[in-house]
């Protein structure tokens, strides 16, 4: 199965996806820990995607979304940005919306938190 495919079909077969250098649990950069970090204290399900374990994978999602960046999140199939759009998503309360608007459970007091800590 080529890059594309099996990107086309980890972003299918999951409501949300994280495209991380490392996993949920043990992230290899800041960036990508900062963005599981606010999924993981929202109490989001999601998918990881390590990249470093995949040169093909690494350069695909860049291709795929045509973002030079990794992490990448995409929620029920739609790109939504790399590190610095979900920190500022996350404290505009954008993401909560986008979560509701796409179905996604998530636990509103810790994103509350998160703001509340931010501010």
Sequence with gaps: MSA?????ETIANNDVVLFMKGTKLM????????????????GVQFQDVNVL??????????????????P??????????GCDIVTEMTLSGELDQ???????????AAA??????NA
């Design 72 to 81: 990448q999140l995409y929620v029920k199939g739609e790109f939504v940005g």
């Design 98 to 108: 986008l979560f509701e608007t796409k179905g996604v459970s998530f636990d509103k």
């Design 112 to 117: 509350e938190k998160i703001r509340e800590a």
């Design 53 to 70: 374990a995949d040169a093909e994978i690494r350069q695909g999602i860049k291709d795929f979304s045509d973002w030079p960046t990794i």
């Design 4 to 8: 594309e495919a099996t990107i086309r």
């Design 27 to 42: 992230p290899q950069c800041g960036f990508s820990s900062r963005v599981a970090g606010v999924l993981n204290f929202m």
